[in-house]
């Protein structure tokens, strides 16, 4: 029996651009996916950003924060990618440097892979020249194991707050920094992360690490959340994969709302970090990995 199937009845020129035009489509995919998987997920930008807070003590004018968040060692982001990252955050000669978590992933490899990974992370992150810093955990790190991750940072001089706050002094003057376990899969807690003030615990500006930014409306609500002059977040990484003119793919739970970048709402301040790493596949577009610079200055 003769073919006549609607394909056999295509001039053949007609099928030679129908070959042709599949054979280019993909082609364009594969050159995208090369693109996205490795030169724009490794196309690092560091986001300068001034705030403003009221009643900032004068000691802390001009002070220099950076953070970096998401890291998600070694699925997908490499050593040599990590030690870059070090590096660039030295050069910038920051006062403080925090890390608002997500050290390493949870699959698509085993979570042995990942608690041996860890520890891997904190000694490259060892490398940080700012004497102060400090880290608070994601839900990978969570599910990961919470111990192992905190103990991995521990080593590596990078204490690790959850549920709790610490002062930073210059001279007389300070400010209050809390961290909170990750609201998405942990315990967090403010009423343990912020501090009561009292006679013995003066007044200052509190700078909160959350790593779910969507937290934000909890920490509004709160009885002391009008303390939180500056919190900062990460989670989201800004979509990750982001189509012109299109939202985002892709959100996580608590990252839905607050995906990327500055926002404000009376004294609260938040910000949210697109992160360095990648989750599912190593893949970024149009959302480079993200290391932030904040300057102080009095509002």
Request: aromatic share 8%; hydrophobic share 40%.
């Amino acid at each position: 029996m003769a073919d006549v199937s609607p394909r056999s009845r295509l001039p053949n020129r007609a099928r030679l651009l129908t070959r042709r035009s599949f054979l280019l489509g993909s082609s364009a995919v594969a050159a995208l996916a090369i693109y996205a998987g490795e030169i724009a997920r490794h196309e690092l930008s560091v986001v300068t950003q001034p705030i403003g807070i009221a009643n900032l003590p004068s000691a802390f004018a001009n002070y220099r924060i950076a953070q970096i968040s998401d890291i998600h060692f070694d699925e997908y982001t490499e050593p040599a990618f990590l030690r870059r990252i070090v590096a660039h955050v030295n050069s910038l000669g920051a006062d403080l440097v925090l890390l608002t978590g997500d050290f390493v992933s949870y699959g698509p490899l085993s979570i042995g892979f990942s608690r041996d990974a860890v520890y891997r992370c904190a000694e490259i992150l060892r490398g940080l020249a700012c004497p102060l810093r400090y880290g608070v955990l994601g839900n990978h790190d969570l599910v990961v194991s919470g111990r192992v991750v905190t103990d991995a940072l521990s080593r590596a001089s990078i204490p690790v707050l959850s549920n709790r706050y610490l002062p930073l002094e210059r001279g007389s003057q300070r400010l209050w920094l809390a961290g909170v376990d990750d609201p998405s899969v942990g315990r967090a807690n403010l009423d343990r992360a912020l501090p009561v003030f009292t006679g013995s615990q003066p007044a200052a500006p509190v700078l909160l690490m959350c790593h779910s930014p969507d937290y934000a409306d909890v920490v509004r609500a709160h009885p002391r959340g009008a303390s939180v002059s500056l919190m900062l977040s990460g989670h989201s990484h800004g979509g990750q994969v982001r189509f012109p003119f299109l939202p985002p793919l892709t959100l996580p739970p608590m990252g839905q709302k607050y995906f990327e970048g500055h926002f404000q709402w009376d004294n609260l301040q938040l910000y949210v970090n697109r992160g360095i790493g990648t989750v599912g596949l190593p893949f970024r577009l149009n959302c480079p990995p993200e290391i932030t610079l904040f300057t102080l200055h009095n509002s």
